[in-house]
């Protein structure tokens, strides 16, 4: 099983680095820039044509929401057009592509845990391109898998637990927005989803969409709450958190208020849910803290 991966320093690709070198028998291949370049569309098919993958993932992507409102036009190029290259030249080898997906293809407004045929409603031009990319990808190649997921984390790269982290090692009190809900998901867990796909028969006979998240839901606020308190048991760096209200924390791209993720269908044919939120945190926190914040390992934690 050879699983070729666009994108080779995003928090998926590195964790799926780690998962697949758990399971014998899979070869994985990550390709980046220069190599393959998701607005050259004769790199792209050139690249995953040459490497002959059973399965390509479609991890590789424009993530930074706020500055998708002014760069528009890049935005689009590496969500939309990019996927869709993606997708053709898998389709060329009659083979599955899994396009990452999010939840900010949603409104925010629901009461309860979107569904996978829940009406979309992005809010912000991210969330648009995704949710075009989708319909890109599904119209490329009929066998498509689309992964909709939402708060992805990971010991690596940019990302909400280890900004907390950094800034508690600076500051006693952090201000939190506390009425945004939604699914914290490990990048681990998320990669292990992938490789279930990856190696589950229904990758060609089940396509669709599928929402893949962390068990359980949270509000930012307590979702750093969590962080300090795993991260201060361990000898880590920790703050107070105040609550503070999305109105009081301007963005340039609105945030959903109410994300989170129905994930039933995955489960039923996949066989596969991801563990609690706060189980994956906790394996999260305690390497980096290990890693980083352990003593002789830089500034001494607050």
């Known amino acids: 099983m050879k699983i070729l991966v666009t994108g080779n320093k995003g928090q998926l690709a590195v964790s799926l680095v780690e998962a697949a070198g758990l399971v014998p028998g899979v070869e994985l291949i990550t390709v980046g820039r220069p190599e393959l370049d998701l607005t050259d569309a004769a790199s792209v098919t050139e690249v995953i044509l040459a490497h002959q993958p059973d399965i390509v993932v479609a991890a590789a992507a424009y993530t930074a929401v706020d500055r998708a409102e002014f760069q528009q036009d890049l935005a689009y190029e590496i969500n939309v057009t990019g996927a869709a290259l993606v997708a053709e030249a898998a389709a060329m080898l009659g083979v599955p592509v899994v396009y990452l997906s999010t939840d900010y293809v949603f409104s925010g407004n629901s009461e309860t845990p979107y569904r996978e045929d829940d009406e979309p409603g992005p809010k912000t031009f991210y969330g648009y391109t995704k949710l075009r990319g989708e319909h890109a990808v599904a119209g490329a190649n009929p066998l498509h898998i689309i992964m909709r997921t939402s708060w992805v984390y990971s010991p690596f790269g940019h990302n909400f637990v280890r900004t907390m982290l950094g800034l508690a090692n600076q500051r006693e009190t952090i201000d939190i927005v506390a009425d945004q809900w939604g699914n914290p998901t490990a990048a681990s867990a998320l990669a292990a989803a992938v490789m279930m796909v990856a190696t589950h028969p229904a990758r060609m006979t089940m396509p669709g969409v599928y929402h893949v998240a962390g068990t359980g839901e949270t509000n930012w606020a307590n979702f750093a709450r969590e962080i300090f308190k795993i991260s201060k048991a361990h000898g ?26 129905n994930c039933d269908k995955f489960e039923q044919v996949f066989d596969w849910r991801a563990p609690p939120w706060q189980e994956s945190l906790e394996t999260v926190v305690r390497r980096i803290v290990a890693e980083e914040y352990a003593p002789g390992k830089g500034e001494p934690p607050r």
Do not use: F, M, N, Q
């Open 236 to 261: 880590g760096p920790s703050a107070e958190v105040r609550d503070i209200t999305t109105a009081e924390y301007k963005t340039p791209a609105p945030r959903p208020l109410h994300s989170a993720l």
